[in-house]
């Protein structure tokens, strides 16, 4: 089973910018889909992006769409986040997550999960 580390998350102010990464390791890194999520306490877990293992296909969560890029480099086992004109609304625990099969919303459908990094977006 595939392992994963976020890192990247921190406290930036509202309009800025934060770029996450997730480490991968144990698994052939380009045949999982992958996504972020993220969770505030008291809410469930939100879909926030997703991409195919080759990169070709990206969905985005319509809150995050514009702002946000998640990209990957398969030779490097790593995805990543960019997020651009940051809002508190963002303030979150960001999960990076892997799937066998094709891009999905639902965190249900990912096998492995990291440990998650903060992002705080202060105003």
């Known amino acids: 089973q595939v392992q994963l580390v976020e890192s990247g998350g921190g406290l930036v102010q509202a309009g800025g910018s934060l770029s996450l990464s997730c480490a991968t390791s144990g698994g052939t890194f380009s045949s999982y889909a992958m996504g972020w999520f993220r969770q505030v306490p008291g809410k469930e877990r939100e879909f926030v992006a997703t991409?195919?293992?080759?990169?070709?296909?990206?969905h985005y969560a319509d809150s995050v769409k514009g702002r946000f890029t998640i990209s990957r480099a398969n030779a490097k086992n790593t995805m990543y986040l960019q997020m651009n004109s940051l809002k508190r609304e963002d303030t979150a625990v960001y999960y990076c997550a892997a799937r066998t099969g094709p891009t999905s919303y639902y965190a249900s459908s990912y096998n492995s999960w990291g440990q998650g990094t903060q992002v705080t977006v202060a105003s």
């Open positions: 991409i195919s293992g080759t990169g070709i296909f990206t």
